[in-house]
């Protein structure tokens, strides 16, 4: 048993944390800005406790994990004057699920090693079902060392968590991820809605082309829920919209050609300008049913 620190009870973080303490059985201290869900947090999972900061949730912390919103969250809840890093004792490792820039994970890293921590940059996908079933997938960026101390604790949530390479190693592979999503949900909503123009039963085509070279996981998540114009579940777009813009931010730094990702990340701008920034990501479809004709 560890004792560990969860900065962070979004949609993700609540289960993940939980996770952490009845699958990891670790003692398991939280925070969160709403104080009202950290209190849910310990009402649902009685062995834990909340602090008021996250500077006293990290006090005496082996690990110390965070899934928050941005990157000024991110810097608030670690370097900030109430941060974890004003308490965590050396060799103290911290976990970070947040969807942030690489430039963050790498700053944070050399502030953590300058104080004789440790800091992992490790982005999540798999949503939210997968952060309640203990089923993401977990990229990571850091030291080798401080990677394989944090694994059994991650794997309390993940059905995979790797090293890809040294710091912000995992922020730069949770933007691949984001820009292949983002063309994959595109094309299937295209394809949802041409079966339909074309008048073809919807259900029997999936169930086809589902089983050969256009199978994804949007296909076998999504298809139905995208048929039914139902939205209210999962990834939010204004979420996405965030992601994208880091993936876009970091293109133009490095130089790689986003032709495809630029634009559905203007489709995205369209359903938020509808007043659909906390659908789904999957409404993309929407899109295509204002221009039939």
Not at 10 to 17: L, R
Not at 171 to 193: R, Y
Not at 255 to 281: F, K
């Amino acid at each position: 048993m560890a004792k560990v620190a969860f900065i962070g009870l979004g949609v993700m973080g609540f289960p993940m944390a939980g996770h952490l303490a009845v699958r990891g059985g670790h003692d398991v201290t939280v925070y969160n800005r709403t104080a009202s869900k950290a209190a849910a947090w310990v009402e649902k999972f009685p062995g834990g406790r909340s602090a008021a900061t996250p500077a006293e949730a990290a006090a005496g912390a082996e690990f110390v994990f965070s899934c928050v919103g941005n990157d000024d969250d991110l810097r608030a809840v670690s370097i900030g004057a109430d941060g974890a890093f004003q308490t965590m004792a050396p060799g103290a490792v911290f976990i970070d699920h947040t969807t942030a820039s690489a430039e963050v994970a790498r700053e944070l890293e050399a502030i953590a090693r300058a104080r004789g921590l440790h800091c992992i940059d490790a982005p999540v996908s798999g949503g939210q079902a997968g952060a309640e079933n203990g089923q993401l997938a977990v990229m990571c960026g850091g030291e080798p060392d401080a990677f394989e101390r944090a694994r059994p604790l991650i794997e309390t949530y993940a059905k995979l968590a790797k090293l890809i390479g040294p710091a912000g190693s995992g922020q730069l592979t949770k933007m691949v991820n984001q820009i292949a999503i983002a063309g994959l949900v595109q094309g299937l909503s295209e394809a949802i809605a041409f079966a339909e123009r074309a008048g073809l039963d919807v259900e029997n085509v999936i169930g086809v082309i589902s089983k050969g070279a256009a199978q994804s996981w949007q296909m076998e998540h999504r298809w139905k829920t995208m048929y039914a114009r139902q939205f209210d579940f999962g990834f939010a777009v204004d979420w996405m919209r965030k992601d994208l813009a880091i993936c876009l931010s970091e293109a133009q730094r490095c130089g790689a050609a986003l032709p495809v990702t630029t634009l559905v990340d203007g489709y995205y701008a369209e359903i938020q300008s509808r007043s659909g920034g906390r659908y789904d990501t999957s409404s993309l479809i929407l899109r295509l049913d204002d221009q039939k004709t």
